[in-house]
């Protein structure tokens, strides 16, 4: 089944569609330090970037009509500083908002499905009406705005052919929602705003997957049955002060079916510390020690022993604060890119271009691959009946 990937940056969804079954037709970014970062690892064959029909280009100037064959996906994340905690929060003022193009690829290739993600920041409730815009624009692609039409009116027009009921054209049916990654295994907590659409002559019947992993199964292998610490080797007077988590612990009738969670110990515990054991780091791809991390009221850090809090695509501040690990000491450090890269689930085999900031740009904007597989491996079956 054929695919187009938009605002591919490092690939952290783009990764996903391939794994999932999908073959690329298009993969598109305008950043040259992410392009540069695909093509580095399509030159050193690893799989699935060797296979990708990379185009630096702005999306606007794609025409997607020299696209042959019919296109089964388009997945994406159209760039989120618009909606972040980080930015200006300009949303439909902002012209980094690229909903408008993953709108225009939607009604151009009319795929049998679409994955979109997005920083949680898109559900504010500020951002209400415009979420709205975007989710009716979605299901009604043919249904566009007239000439200097605002898109409040616009809007307004969609919600009366949406409530007429009688639709002519192409249309979809969509399913939107926050998802925790750590839920479904990857070593982070982050929430991403996950929209799915399938093309409403698929017929298909389609839900977000089930959780699979859990705080409270992470608690009870941590303070009931302390296997998580056997694992690691951890001795008592190494194990975290979590009073908290033992008085949830103790509460818990009985063990959690699901998973744990990953915790930043189980992501990167077999990792030398690259600012204690320095020449070791160094046998390790993009394992280097980068000083000036600080603690600051609001940014303490990620605790060893539970997911990272949420990477950002930033060095310092507000955007970028949390890029540290915080050891049992109290003591801080920044993330190294491997580091960073694990907590995201790309593969270790994989290298990043540009400098220390570049690359946690990249990383910080990402989607989990991990994350992003679960979600598109279920469209995929549900594409061929199999889910």
Known sequence: MNAVELFVGAGGLGMAVSQAGFKPQLVVDWDRWACDTIRQNQKAGLAPFTTWPLVESDVRQVNFSEIGGSIDIVTGGPPCQPFSMGGLHRAYLDERDMFPQAIRAVRELQPRAFVFENVKGLTRASFSNYLEYVRLQLRHPDFIAKPKETWHDHLARLEDYETKGKFLGLQYNIVMRVLNAANYGVPQKRERILIVGFRADTGVEWHFPNHTHSHDALLWSQWRSEEYWDLHKVAKRHRADDVKGKARALKLQEQPETLPWMTVRDAIADLPDPELQPLL??????????????????????????????????????????????RADGSVRYFTIRESARLQTFPDEMVFHGSWSETMRQLGNAVPTRLAHVVVQKVHDSLIGNA
């Not at 603690?295 to 303490?300: F, K, L, N, V």
């Open 281 to 326: 780091a160094k046998a390790v791809l993009d394992h280097r020690f980068q000083p000036g991390a600080r603690s600051y009221p609001g940014h303490t850090g990620s605790p060893l022993d539970e997911p990272a809090k949420t990477l950002k695509a930033g060095v310092h501040g507000v955007p970028g604060g949390e890029n540290m690990l915080r």
